[in-house]
DNA sequence: AATTGATATCCCGTATCACGAGATAGGTAT
DNA sequence: ATACCTATCTCGTGATACGGGATATCAATT
């Protein structure tokens, strides 16, 4: 009877999908009151009230001046998810060398759930990138992660997430994706040519731990001007295939 | 009736406070599995399934082998958090920036619900610390922001948190943290002589937004072997001025 | 001053729903 | 074959989270 899936649309505890409903519309908008919160999640003005009454309790929202934020507590809690693995805290330092030395926007990516989670950026004006997903197969660093997969899981992922065009040069076809993985598989490093955004070109490696895991991929992006020919097919790929090295001697010796 | 103290133990909603629970043990330490769980919260086997079950649906936990970790979602709603004012995205670069300088470790820290938390660190093998909480009055970024504040608050902060000592620096007498305070404000920074831990001295100044409010304090603190005479009272404090500074101008000048 | 409108806070009866005990199933070691 | 771990599911019951509405508070408007 493992084929009931269907409506596993709210099951388990109801009232911590309550409580997340709020956090989560705090975390697109800061400083809401009460009011407004009960408007953006349809909860009743007494349920919002009391939630919140909890969870400043607790500490993991702040009120200042009626209005609510996400406190720094949940840092506490999410901080240790960043830092499980101590490659992740590793690949921190890394990024910021290698957005240093290239002068382009760098990131650490891991995959999760099937989507890619950004771990560490460097550069980016925009406010936050740590912690989003985006589709594995419109990034550099989700392909280079998926041509570390089988063929099963690699299917398994189509099947289940779909591959859903971002932009004109998004691949959307199963046999593209499949040949595209082979070819990173053969060339060893990834190249996203505007399938993420149009303008933008990224490129990226995976990060192994000593024992020969798959942490995550380390990656570069930025404008198509500045990633082509010589710079997006031998400098970088040969200054990330070295910073990933570097991690991994990181954690074998220390 | 606004002294009615006493008993604020578990109001609010206590389905909420289980989940939390939940995550925090979670966030202790990672991969328990369901037994392990019911036997660290105290909760019974079947509430700890249900819970994780919905927290797993909704991303923010994820399960390998049986074993449960916190999930990189919650990272997506605390970042949002962190970078609340853009002027603490602007201190993370500044942070690694005095670390590397100095080749001391470095923080940047702001005050929430009376206790200092370390929002940017450079340095520290310690796994981790952001988002961890310490007391004010123990810590230089502590001491820099208290300084900042009128004497009413600092009253206030005395009367509901206390002066606890965590070494024999520490200080524990009102009166002594008053004037500590004075003489901060005259020369403009902040010193911890082992007041939070033996042998560690720590320099902090705190930071302003263009509008001249407190954003938080900018630190460093290494051994007192390294931490005296000139580099203490002389050195470190320049340059943490200027660099303080530096926010200022970011957040004023993009 | 008086009125309006927006907020947060509190109370309370009701129905929901989260709860724990226990039963089942699946796995591993003895 | 037995014992002993796990996770998962079911179910009846009682706690409790729920929303409607009453009240309080404050600011702006008249």
């Not at 929202?61 to 934020?69: L, Q």
């Not at 290698?98 to 926007?105: H, P, S, W």
């Not at 419109?138 to 899981?153: C, N, P, Q, R, Y």
């Amino acid at each position: 009877m493992e084929t009931d899936e269907g409506d596993e649309t709210d099951a388990g505890v109801s009232t911590t999908r309550k409580t997340f409903a709020i956090l989560e519309a705090l975390a697109e908008t800061d400083g809401l009151t009460i009011t407004e919160l009960t408007r953006r999640t349809g909860l009743s003005k007494s349920t919002v009230y009391r939630h919140l009454a909890t969870l400043t309790d607790m500490g993991y929202v702040v009120e200042r001046d009626g209005e609510h934020y996400i406190g720094f507590r949940l840092l506490e809690i999410s901080e240790q998810a960043r830092n499980r693995e101590t490659g992740y805290a590793a690949a921190k330092r890394t990024v910021f060398e290698l957005g240093q030395e290239t002068g382009e926007r760098a990131v650490f990516t891991v995959e999760e759930r099937g989507e890619a989670v950004y771990l560490h950026r460097y550069g980016s004006r925009s406010n936050t990138l740590i912690g989003e997903r985006r589709p594995l197969h419109t990034l550099a660093s989700g392909k280079a992660i998926l041509a570390e997969w089988d063929d099963d899981a690699v299917a398994r992922f189509v099947a289940e997430t779909g591959l859903e065009a971002i932009t004109d040069n998004s691949i959307t076809d199963p046999d593209e994706l499949r040949t595209e993985l082979e070819a990173i598989r053969e060339r060893g490093y990834a190249v996203n040519d505007q399938e993420h955004m149009d303008g933008l070109r990224g490129v990226a490696v995976p990060v192994y731990t000593p024992d020969d895991d798959l942490l995550g991929a380390l990656g570069v992006f930025g404008p198509t001007s500045r990633f082509k020919d010589e710079a997006l097919h031998e400098e970088l790929p040969t200054r990330l295939r070295d910073k990933a090295d570097e991690i991994r001697v990181t954690l074998a010796y220390g």
